[in-house]
């Protein structure tokens, strides 16, 4: 079966290579793979800074990079309640917590539990409701409703467990499932451990990190359960994405091939009869039943008709077992006889007809580039992105999509210590130089981007207490701000220079804004802001392109520039006219501040080049240097106007509006604060300024008036 007739070499190798083309080769997928475990650190670390008990995992085609750029997999964010202890023997009971009993019995639906609520003060049976999400059975337990989420995400959209997100541009959809983690392996699935396949893979290693994962209760109901609204269904996500990226590449490109013929074929309207989770778990079968040295470049073709067999197996059988839940039929009550019979014929039809098949797939213009390879077809016929470009192309994607991330954490661990003491965001700092010195390689390599920002905003404070007392910068503060300036091509320096313009020390305030002025046009450098929803930019420099593919993680530090954020602790280091901005709500804008949304409250933020521009015009101003005071209005001004990827384009007009007025100019002035409140409408503090502008023209023209 596995001996390739030349011709299916030829289109192995063909699809092999294409497949390398766009983006499914050792060096992106392991790149990928990194980015995303960054992320998700990234994430957790955050939720250990702001005393939240959840953990989080990304899992899916993004974080496996089980993905192209056309097939575009979204990304499922796994929410783990840390604060409930599900358990399977009552020796893992826990006092003080909420327990909960995995039960599995004769009328649970295979790979399926209930959970019953146990007392929190000794291990026995709760015996009374707390709330409406629980209910009582006939035999007397106490079980939760697997809709006690349904509410966790505002503003999602619900899909089965998952919370759905729809993304936008440059950033993919996102399944926001809240679950509960079992620290135990489940007990049902012991057998596995010692299951071997033909080449004994799963590696014993690989059982005994499986084993150490546990599993997760998500909260869903099997398809025929008598108990829709309780039970909870079992899954081993963790262990799965261990053999997923334990898989070769070859192995990787199948799976790839499989999610874009689903799309392509089986699913073409949208359809979910069969799942990509359904294609994974055939994959797995058969790369657990086949010798490793068939899993080459040039058996891809044969190894794709392998899966294809098996699935077409699958489906007539209405049996697709669970690869590690074994008794878990995938496909019980998935469709109906007439589904059955159209799904059976589709299989069948691209199983005689692969090439075909292969030739007709418009995601990546993959048939596109099939004839390319195998008939020789001119390239000036079509148009394809190089490999060298789709990689470039897409590790820029993976520094955005962290950077981003970055912009993230920093934003919400600024909420949770804006309203609390210097020493209480002194202990956090400490908390994550612990995380830098002490944890493990990857929350290290994550500490590095996030501890620079925070030593800034720590800085800073330490600098507003400081000039409050005396109008100095104390030796302290001075330490930590400069520990902090490599966070980004500019934010950090911005706040220093801001820091020296509020103390008057202006002669270091205008050297430092020259230096970063410098520095953002050695690159393409993009904007990053997490305060809103961002979108990674259209079209990026060819230089910024070589430079991902040259450089390492550290190039995010010199292309992105992160919005600059104060928050009202550290207001005597921000110029009067960014100080109005932490008064933006009146009492008619409060009610409409979403509280779980606009992390912002009353802080100042602003992009980083609007605020390079508007401190150097403020600079030349006190140094009375009127052409380059000049000079920086006139970029200020073409920054707001050409400048796409602006996230706080409202304050950018703000202060351009106050500039305005400082050049006697009130007509231009309120233009700027119109289209400010026209892209913000409401928590802008645009609205102020109108008043304070239309009542200093009355005074004015009343003073002429009695003149």
Known sequence: MFQEPEYRENLSLALSEILDDIGVNERLVMTRRKHRMMNETMWNITDRLTDTNITKYHLGGQSESTTTRGLDSGIDVLYCMDDCNIIQDWSEWEHGKRNYLMIQDENTSPGYCLLQL????????????????????????????????????????????????PGQHGISDIDHVPVFHCKSWLQSASGWLDRQGIRRWPTQDMRRYAASTGCIVVPVGSKVSRYPELEWRISTSLAERCLILSLNITQTRCYVLLKIILKSFLNPQGEINISSFMCKTVLLHCVENTELSIWNAENLSTCLTYCLLELHTCVQNDSCSHFIIQENNLMAGRFTAEEKHELLERISYLLQNVRQMLFSIDIDDLGHRLQVKLYRVPHGVYYFQSSIETNEFCLLREYFNTAYTISRSHKEVLDHLHDKSIRTMMQSVGKLMTFSDHGNRLEQATCKFLEPLLCTTYGSVLASSSIAEN????????????AGLNSDISSSRLKLASVFYSTEDIDRAELILRHTEQQYYSYHVVPICACWHWTSPAAVSAELMRASSEQGQDLIKHITAFCVRFIQKESNCVPRELQYEMLRSTQNDIPHRNQCRDYMKDWTVIDSLPFLYFLQYKVYRHLQRIQDQRQALCKLIRTIVTDKDLGHRETALNILGQCMEQENKPHYAFKCYLRSLKGRPRNNVASIHICKLISSILVRQLNESYM
Do not use: C, M, Y
């Open 118 to 165: 146990l007392r929190h003060d000794e291990p026995l049976p709760a015996t009374v409701i707390p709330n409406e999400q629980h209910i009582t059975d006939r035999s007397g337990r106490i079980l939760l409703k697997n809709t006690i989420f349904d509410r966790a995400i505002l503003g999602a959209v619900r899909h089965g467990p998952a919370n759905a997100i």
């Open 471 to 482: 109008n100095q910068v104390s030796h302290e503060a001075l330490v930590w701000l400069s």
